[in-house]
Nanobody
Framework: VQLQASGGGLVQPGGSLRLSCAAS????????VAWFRQAPGKEREFVAA????????SYEDSVKGRFTISRDNGKNTVYLQMNSLEPEDTAVYYC???????????????????WGQGTQVTVSS
């Protein structure tokens, strides 16, 4: 299983980016997929997740209403649309996938077996 995260970059506050997590070797719709982020000197934290099949989504409180996670099964890809970006969103963003994750563990990075390499998002004027 390989996950390829892309779409990061430098954007001004208030701007938008769309991150992509493309999978090979698996059908991504069979997996729960999440985005995590890690800022310098901080622990990796949960951002958003989409569960398999049902498409149930969950978000960290600070990104609710600004970020949207979605799937394109035809492209075997999960996206994270990020709007109204703030300097506090600056981090390396990682996508992760896992199977058999119970709802209560959706935000727990230890529940995910497969990780992408990370893509840098920098929000700065």
């Amino acid at each position: 299983v390989q996950l390829q995260a892309s779409g990061g970059g430098l954007v001004q506050p208030g701007g938008s980016l769309r991150l992509s997590c493309a999978a090979s070797g698996v059908t991504l719709d069979d997996y729960a997929v999440a985005w995590f982020r890690q800022a310098p000197g901080k622990e990796r934290e949960f951002v958003a997740a989409i569960r398999r099949n049902s498409g149930f989504t969950s978000y960290e409180d600070s990104v609710k209403g600004r970020f949207t996670i979605s799937r394109d099964n035809g492209k075997n890809t999960v996206y994270l649309q990020m709007n109204s970006l703030e300097p506090e969103d600056t981090a390396v963003y990682y996508c992760a996938a896992g199977r058999g994750i119970i709802v209560s563990s959706t935000r727990d990075r230890r529940a995910y077996n497969y990780w992408g390499q990370g893509t840098q998002v920098t929000v700065s004027s």
